[in-house]
């Protein structure tokens, strides 16, 4: 999929003619091409990390809500065994997390979290969380 988006970007820059007119302030000279093309290939467009405190409070719900884990003990510091999970029981809910947002972490990752902050940092850290 990057591989097309960057051969789309490459085609369009090569394709793409912009007439300047420089009697107009720079401002009115945005096109609706411009715009979408600075919302596609800027790197404001790909760096959409989620903001902390959602990515807390989702990850705390993801704990909370599993079915082996003790509500009243999830904090954002807590381990899952603080909470009463066990190793597969950490594995679904690190399934779970990945669900809620929209990533695949893979299993080398995956082994490493072991805890809220884990999860967190590393949801906190993933440009393509949801």
Same mark, same amino acid.
């Given at each position: 999929m990057r591989h097309a988006v960057r051969a789309l970007h490459s085609c369009v820059l090569r394709r793409l003619? /912009?007439?300047v007119q420089?009697?107009?302030?720079?401002?009115?000279?945005v096109t609706p091409v411009t715009r979408w093309c600075r919302r596609m290939f800027s790197d404001e467009a790909h760096a959409t990390h989620l903001d902390r405190g959602e990515v807390v409070a989702r990850v705390l719900d993801v704990v909370k809500t599993h079915p082996k884990a003790d509500p009243t003990k999830v904090t954002e510091s807590a381990s899952f065994q603080d909470v009463g999970l066990d190793s597969l029981d950490t594995v679904e809910l690190v399934m779970s997390i990945e669900e809620e947002f929209? /990533?695949?972490i893979p299993d080398a990752e995956a082994d490493k979290i072991s805890s809220c902050p884990e999860a967190i940092e590393y949801i906190a850290s993933h440009p393509s969380a949801k």
């Open positions: 003619q /912009v007439q420089l009697d107009l302030p720079l401002k009115a000279s929209a /990533v695949a």
